[in-house]
């Protein structure tokens, strides 16, 4: 999961859903949950649920969400204590995406983020498949199709033809795409191209020390 640098409040706001815009032009137009584009619609979330005492105009309670996430999680948390959240964590060292089982913690995480981690996921409901077949979801539709190129790309690029090419390309087509993760996963062994990616999907969290350590944000696990 993409780890998100909101920065600070572009504006004040005075009905929540006018954080929209600064949402999509400070961390892009995807769902802050499950990765999908929202580039059209999308929803601004507020993390912690108004119906359990969250602020209702604050920035830093605000994610955007596509329909999906957004309904999914709805008010079922009391407030943010006990999941990791991509505003505040380190979330791109807690999560493994893989195509078989789509999400899961991270196996080597100590067990209270790992269970946070977990928690997250049932919470929006990220991990459901075709399977579901009670539910109108879609995301693990585009999910698939994600894959699907992230893996296209990554084959085009192990032929090794006209590379200098591709690393302009593939991050174009991922940042269309969306799924942050997948990409990240596919070419986890390319760092140069996951860069490129990474430079394409603006404001993701990547603070270091001076001994190249991650930074753990105030009040993160992880």
Not at 44 to 50: F, G, K, T
Not at 128 to 157: G, P, V
Not at 167 to 191: D, K, Q
């Amino acid at each position: 999961m993409r780890p998100l640098d909101k920065g600070i409040p572009p504006k004040d706001y005075s009905d929540h859903s006018d954080a929209k815009p600064g949402l999509k032009a400070r961390n892009g137009p995807f769902c802050a949950y499950c990765e999908m584009p929202v580039r059209d619609l999308g929803y601004v979330d507020h993390v912690h649920p108004l119906a359990n005492g969250g602020a209702e105009l604050d920035w830093s309670n605000f994610l955007l969400s596509c329909f999906f996430c957004n309904r999914t999680k709805w008010d079922n948390n009391q407030n943010r204590q006990g999941y990791l959240w991509p505003d505040i964590d380190n979330t791109d060292l807690a999560f493994e995406y893989n195509k078989q089982f789509i999400i899961k913690p991270l196996a080597t995480l100590a067990d209270e983020p790992k269970q946070a981690a977990q928690n997250l996921i049932n919470l929006t409901g990220i991990d459901r498949t075709a399977d579901d077949s009670s539910l109108k979801d879609t995301r693990w539709r585009n999910r698939n199709e994600a894959w699907a190129k992230a893996e296209a790309m990554y084959e085009a690029w192990q032929t090794g033809l006209n590379q200098p090419g591709l690393r302009i390309a593939i991050p174009e087509v991922a940042h269309s795409t969306g799924f942050y993760s997948i990409w990240m996963a596919v070419f986890a062994t390319v760092p140069e191209v996951q860069n490129a990616i990474r430079q394409k999907f603006p404001n993701t969290y990547q603070q270091v020390d001076e001994h190249g350590r991650r930074i753990v944000r105030p009040g993160a696990l992880i």
